[in-house]
């Protein structure tokens, strides 16, 4: 085929629905799978995650604080 015939060749909705029913399982997934790059934060999303690790960690201090009263009464 030449270019011009590939870029003329369409795939129905069907067709394609049809080539994906007859996969096998980890061949459907390999053929589904999208490698998504990992995204460079700015300032304030850094700042805005590091706030929640920190509101966590505080939380499970407040937690575990309470945990430890309430089996010593």
Do not use: C, N
């Not at 067709?15 to 994906?20: F, M, P, S």
């Amino acid at each position: 085929m030449t270019k011009k015939e590939e870029s003329q060749v369409l795939i129905s909705s069907a067709d394609q629905k049809l080539v994906l029913s007859s996969l096998e399982h980890d061949q459907l997934v390999k053929a589904k799978k999208h490698l998504i790059p990992r995204r460079h934060l700015k300032g304030p999303e850094l700042l805005v995650l590091w706030s929640l690790r920190i509101y966590l960690l505080f939380m499970m201090a407040v937690v575990v604080y309470q945990v430890w009263i309430a089996a010593a009464h």
